[in-house]
């Protein structure tokens, strides 16, 4: 029963889930089977889902005592309870918002011929939609769901009818099916970008047309214009749409779903990303804010966790652009929320490259030296944070050694992508030259070392995806 479909969904809920699924399966309501009771109690009472009295004999004995052991019987007890599971997610799920109870129930009612209980919930959605700052899809959807139950209501009871109710129906759909055709194809955009797949588009073209003979009234509706924004964004890779969503983001991100949120946010940061690859240092400020945004908005963490990546992407944000104070404080905020796992390591390395960066290089060396990361990337991370020490320090000799053992790792490690190794063997090349030159540079006049530096700042910046070139055009520079 251990690797059973059914105790990987339990194992999903926690302590307080597990007890109110209980109390779901015990309802006469929603269950009369008596033995999918006596299951989840003596899966309950075994406190560990891994327990050995959680093995198939053991609990057919439980559920049918005495009986002649029959795994297909229990088996399909198990099933019955499976089903349960999934009758209790889609009741929680409507239990969780009045919203999405309102519909149905002003169909029932209208079917039903409630007309009394058909106003009071009337009235009380409109109140709630009044007070409701949500901005998604499934809002507008539900609102012109709700404009189409009004018009039969009235057509139902003979009330003279404008058919204003039908009009807001139609309308408040258009909004509906252009956030959604929009947001789909955002994310289409942004998959063919990656993944270099070629989707087609229908009526897209008359849809932004359409979209920007109208701007006036859609830039009022945030479920459609923040795709707008992004879908032009991405089409067009003009700078000017990625501040105006920015700018919409700061304003209606909180009012979206957490996980739309965040998506939202995604593709501002995709864009600055790809910007800062093609060379645009100026997109480092504005991918450290939306970072800042999306910590102040609470989008980084996802159940209490904040990826160990997000965590040093922003530490390595903070540090390039010389928020020290910041910088440090977020590292030791948030150091709590990284997982168990990878907290000590991931902490440790970003206090060393808090500190490089801060040129206190033994503090930096001292912490560099206990971590232990067996992740390949951070490996390749710790190495060259390590390496940057040597040469900040003009440890010339070390550094020589170490970049011989650095090459010979790269080549040997088999984890590493064919387009990152190639880009870290041009780091470690440019490394090693610009070490020569500064090693030799007394040896040198004012002049001739100018030009050696210039020639090699050259080759750097011609050089397509040098790893960390911008630190190497810093050295060069002092």
């Avoid at 990656?194 to 006036?216: M, R, S």
């Avoid at 944000?317 to 709590?336: A, N, P, V």
Wanted: glycine letters at 2%; hydrophobic letters at 35%; a positive charge.
């Amino acid at each position: 029963m251990h690797n059973s479909k059914l105790l990987q969904y339990l194992s999903r809920f926690s302590n307080k889930e597990m007890k109110i699924f209980q109390d779901f399966v015990h309802s006469p309501y929603f269950n009369k089977h008596q033995k999918t009771k006596e299951l989840i109690d003596y899966i309950i009472a075994a406190k560990q889902l891994s327990s050995p009295e959680l093995q198939l004999e053991n609990v057919f004995q439980k559920i049918f005592p005495g009986q002649k052991y029959q795994e297909q019987l229990l088996r399909t007890i198990m099933s019955y309870l499976i089903k349960l599971i999934y009758k209790y997610y889609a009741q929680a799920a409507t239990q969780n918002s009045d919203h999405s109870q309102s519909i149905p129930l002003l169909e029932k009612a209208l079917h039903d011929g409630q007309e009394k209980m058909f106003k009071q919930q009337s009235d009380r959605w409109e109140k709630s939609k009044a007070n409701s700052k949500n901005k998604d899809a499934n809002s507008l959807l539900e609102a012109s769901k709700f404009y189409r139950l009004q018009d039969n209501f009235d057509i139902h009871y003979g009330k003279r009818s404008t058919g204003i109710f039908l009009e807001k129906s139609l309308t408040t759909f258009d909004s509906y099916y252009l956030s959604e055709k929009l947001r789909l194809t955002c994310e289409m955009l942004a998959r063919k970008q990656v993944t270099g797949q070629n989707y087609d588009f229908p009526l897209l073209n008359e849809i932004i047309a359409y979209l920007e003979n109208e701007g006036k009234h859609f830039e009022n509706i945030s479920e459609v214009w923040i795709y707008y924004l992004i879908f032009k964004m991405i089409h067009s890779d003009d700078d000017n749409f990625y501040f105006q969503l920015k700018k919409r983001l700061k304003v209606d991100a909180p009012f979206f779903s957490s996980q739309e949120s965040r998506d939202l946010y995604t593709h501002a940061l995709n864009f600055c990303i790809s910007k800062l690859n093609f060379g645009n240092t100026s997109f480092k400020k504005e991918t450290f804010e939306l970072y800042q945004q999306m910590l102040e908005f609470g989008l980084l963490h996802r159940d209490n966790i904040l990826p160990q990546w997000d965590y040093t992407n922003i530490v390595k944000l903070g540090c390039d652009l010389q928020e020290s104070e910041w910088t440090k404080k977020f590292i030791f905020d948030q150091k709590e929320y990284l997982s168990v796992a990878d907290r000590e390591n991931t902490f440790t390395y970003n206090l060393a490259a808090y500190h490089l960066a801060q040129k206190e290089y033994d503090q930096s060396h001292e912490l560099i030296q206990k971590v232990e990361f067996t992740e390949s990337y951070y490996n390749l991370l710790t190495r060259i944070l390590m390496l940057k020490i040597y040469f900040e320090t003009k440890d010339w000799t070390t550094l020589e050694y170490y970049l011989d053992a650095f090459r010979l790792y790269i080549l040997r490690n088999r984890k590493l992508g064919e387009q990152r190794r190639k880009s870290v063997m041009k780091f470690i090349k440019h490394t090693r030259n610009l070490a020569k030159l500064k090693e030799r540079s007394s040896t040198f006049s004012k002049n001739e070392i100018t030009k050696k530096l210039d020639e090699l700042f050259f080759k750097i910046k011609n050089d397509e995806n040098v790893l960390n070139s911008s630190w190497l055009i810093s050295m060069l520079k002092h």
